[in-house]
Structures are given as structure tokens and as C-alpha cells.
């Protein structure tokens, strides 16, 4: 027997950060798992650009990517996670694992971007101490 899924309950449950971006940049989707993990409610999300989440230094490069994916309608990320920097509502810096996806018209055309997102913040400081541990035994030992 097979079971209708209910995707609005899906995005709204899954415990990892969901968001969704039009065409221009600008969130059109923000689950519950963003809100935690960026701070920003829903209403404070919704319509505005992705650069409340883009650290400064990386807006160049992140909005030259996203215009030439919107233009060619290709990603070279396909399914590769991307590691990044990321920004929190009061300004704390994440460290944010992801996949994008992109959404389509009928017609082909890329309409926005879907993003997958984890925060891996703590595991990125854990393996910063384990390599800083590594250094200094390996230094030790010589």
C-alpha cells in the first residue's frame, strides 16, 4: 500500500534547514529548521535576500554563481555538498554544509534554487581542535 506524502508537512518536519530562493535571490521558502539555525523567523526571512545568511566577503562570488546558474540554467554543484561560512541573526558566524537543487518552469527555465542545509558548526570546531591536538603531538615528538 502506498502512502500519499504530504511534502508542505515534509518541509515543515525535516530537521534540516530548507530554503527556497527565486530567480533574483530572494527567499520564497524558510522551514522551521531555518529559522532555528539562522534565527531569522519565517516573516523576517521571507522576501528578503539571501544575504542576510552570505557572510559579506563571499557576496561577490556567491551572487557571480548565482546570476551564470539562473542564465545557463546548469549548476556545476549538482549534488555535491558545498562547506561554507554562513551568518546567524546576531551576527555569530556558522559553519553550514549543503545541497542545491534547481527549480524549473514548464518551459525549462531555472525559476529559483532550493538549498539542503546542516549546520556543522560544532563539528567544524571539533575537527579545528583535533588538528590543532595532532600539530602540537607531532611537534612534540619531533
Known sequence: MSATVDFAQLVMAAGDAIVVSDAQGAITLW???A????????????????DIIIPERQRQR???GYANT????????????????????DGHALSIAFTVALLTAPDGTVTGIVAIIRDESSRWAEERKLRRRLSELESASQ
Open 31 to 33: 522551514n522551521p529548521a
Open 35 to 50: 529559522e532555528r539555525m539562522f534565527g531569522f523567523a519565517e516573516g523576517e526571512a521571507l522576501g528578503q535576500s539571501l
Open 70 to 89: 539562473m542564465r545557463t540554467g546548469q549548476t556545476r554543484y549538482g549534488s555535491d555538498v558545498l562547506r561554507v561560512p554562513a551568518l546567524h541573526k
Open 62 to 64: 556567491h551572487w557571480d
